[in-house]
């Protein structure tokens, strides 16, 4: 029996184990990528061992490779199962939950620790797209590893990079073909697109003979979700579009410098309508002022005359037209008088041309103090790892949010960050009143990064509103210094356009 094991163990374990570039992506999923060791033990004895390749869907839970832990499935007695994380000090035990041999797949649980997840991308995957595959080949340890110890040692996957090529089935399971170099030992690790996020799982590769160039083969995602929710495994998956960050901020950029041009054409136009109205108003008082100026002199002249005519009949002791003339031209000398009063003034032209002078006048900000429903913009956001529902918030002036979390102002953004004790990811929240958006910034960090923002978080003593200046003015420099350790861009970027609530 000892000698079949072997045997089998040495035949075991496929392949896969892709790099590429310095990206954070790549490197923020590989924290979820695991070794997935097998040993055989006979009476106590330690008599065979392998290895393959995994990764976490759940905290506590691992897919790989069926055939990786074949062994284990037959004879459970006489092997074991461990898992070691690529980050840390230690590795697990583990055992098998569930497996499908038909799509070569498994679902391992960890008796202990926890492992940041990594999503599955259901997207379509574009032929010729770059991906990159993380794992653990067999032919890297054995040029590098000195001891049994080596093996189970939390180390990082080794990376590779190729090309998605397109879908082939085999023995009716889908499975993609691509040019990441894989090797024995990285079956069950993930093949993944430039964005980080699992698109399958790498199992076996062609042969090479005579100088063929070989190809690997990974289970499709479809097949890998079906699987999971046969074993009433939950997961974690997206299916937006994969664009880098700069490109994403770049667009933004873009977006939002288009938007301030039509706001300002819009302003541009609006002024000349304003002026337009202003020149208009302009020409119908100056007319209707000469009209009654031009009315109050004939007035006046009109009772010039007829006072005239009025002291005529006087003289000719005609008392009753004279009385008659007389109380005609006082009529016209006072109309003349209201109608020369009452003339527009300037002053009403004046007052257009000072509303607005030098644009058009600014609309007031509505207040963003209440409660507000947040909808996501997709095409402004980056979304790699995260579900991104709508959310709700209650805002406060004097950045209170929800009643309970203090943000800090800095020029017209209004910002937290939040470290949490268990997942090793840093969001840096951003609300702007002005534009009513919400923006969460999610940075997926490895262990070492991981703990040293924890450590300057403990340093922050505030953990409810304040408007105490001493105490905002500590949480904006503790929040300072955990920024200055994260890295350039986020992994992740989610912007939410906000209304309120009626």
Known sequence: MVTRLLLILSALLAFAAPAWAQSDDISAASRSVVRVVVVAVEEGEVVGFGHG????????????????????????????VGIVPSEGSRSYGARVVRVDPARDL????????????????????????????????????????????????PLPPTRSMGNYSNERPINGIAALLHTANIARGNSGGPLLDQCGRVIGVNTFITRGDEGDSPFAFAVANREVAAFLRASGQSFNSVTGECVSMAERLAEDRDRTAAEERERASAQAAEERRRQQRVAQARIEIEEIRENRIALSILLMVLALVALGAALVMLMKDRHRQAYVLGGIGTLFILAAVALFVTRPSLRAVEALEKQGAGGTAATPIASFAGRHSCRLVPERSRVTVSSSPDITLEWADGGCVNGRTQYVQDGDVWRRILVPTGDQTVSVLEIRPSGRQYVVNRYLLGAGAMSRARALRQRIELAACTAEEPRLSALSQGQEQIRQILPELPNERLVYDCSADD
Do not use: C, W
């Not at 691992?62 to 459970?76: E, G, K, R």
């Open 53 to 80: 390749s995994g990764f976490a869907v759940a905290p506590n839970r691992i897919v790989t490779n069926a055939h990786v832990v074949a062994l284990a499935v037959q004879y459970p007695k006489d092997v074991v």
């Open 106 to 153: 498994a679902l391992l649980e960890m008796d202990q620790g926890r492992l940041p997840p990594i999503p599955l991308f259901l997207g379509a995957v574009p032929e010729g797209s770059p991906v990159a595959a993380l794992g653990y080949p067999g032919n890297v340890d054995l040029a590098t590893a000195r001891s049994a110890d080596d093996y189970i040692t």
